[in-house]
């Protein structure tokens, strides 16, 4: 059974931003739009990285700090080449709210810790997912996805439809746009549940 995990893109979505303020539509030029993998201007990737194993990691309802190795470490067994997909429940829970532009009352959405990124990194995952707006929020968002790409590791954001996976491992398939010159690529990503 295929599930797709992709958040549509919809000018008449009066929630998301980039459809509605002008710096919105200018970062969503740059790919940074919908379910999208954020590149970082790296020029190449290879194709057969976005077809393989997937690890969903539970983190739902941690608001009020930032998420720790310790939260997920021994939740999943992490191997090279993983795709580490940080479950929150903030994008069904909050997109259709103020809350997911201008930050939860609990200080906005979940955030990883650069000791995460770093572990991540160690590990050699292949993609790190949230379904949220981003691994970091605000002005540490761009600089936590740059330190990524520079690992040769890649942020996946804003996945949708995790509460229709019933199993926390699966075969992952991302399709990104192939477009130049650009930090962000909208992507088609799909779960294949067996």
């Given amino acids: 059974m295929l599930i797709d995990l992709t958040l549509p893109i919809d000018e008449q979505d009066k929630n998301?931003?980039?459809?509605?303020?002008?710096?919105?539509?200018?970062?969503?030029?740059?790919?940074?739009l919908g379910t999208?993998?954020?590149?970082?201007?790296?020029?190449?990737?290879?194709i057969n990285r976005f077809i393989g194993p997937a690890k969903v990691v539970h983190v739902e309802n941690i608001f009020n700090r930032e998420i720790e190795p310790?939260?997920?470490?021994?939740?999943?067994?992490?191997?090279?080449?993983?795709?580490?997909?940080f479950k929150t429940d903030w994008l069904p829970t909050y997109y259709e709210t103020d809350f997911y532009v201008t930050?939860?009352?609990?200080?906005?959405?979940p955030e990883l810790s650069d000791k995460t990124l770093e572990?991540?990194?160690?590990?050699?995952?292949?993609?790190?997912?949230?379904d949220a707006a981003g691994v970091k929020r605000k002005e540490g968002h761009p600089k936590a996805d740059?330190?990524?790409?520079?690992?040769?590791?890649f942020v996946i954001e804003n996945i949708i439809n995790l509460n229709?996976?019933?199993?926390?491992?699966?075969?992952?398939?991302?399709?990104?746009l192939p477009l130049k010159n650009s930090s962000g690529l909208p992507v088609r990503l799909i779960a294949e549940i067996q």
């Fill in 16 to 32: 998301n931003p980039f459809f509605n303020q002008k710096d919105g539509i200018n970062v969503a030029r740059l790919g940074h």
């Fill in 36 to 46: 999208h993998l954020d590149i970082m201007n790296v020029p190449n990737l290879d």
């Fill in 70 to 85: 310790a939260d997920f470490e021994n939740q999943v067994d992490i191997q090279k080449g993983d795709f580490i997909i």
């Fill in 103 to 109: 930050g939860h009352p609990k200080a906005g959405h």
């Fill in 119 to 130: 572990y991540l990194i160690q590990k050699e995952v292949n993609f790190i997912g949230i």
């Fill in 146 to 153: 740059m330190y990524c790409a520079d690992h040769n590791v």
């Fill in 164 to 176: 229709q996976v019933k199993q926390d491992t699966f075969k992952f398939y991302c399709f990104p």
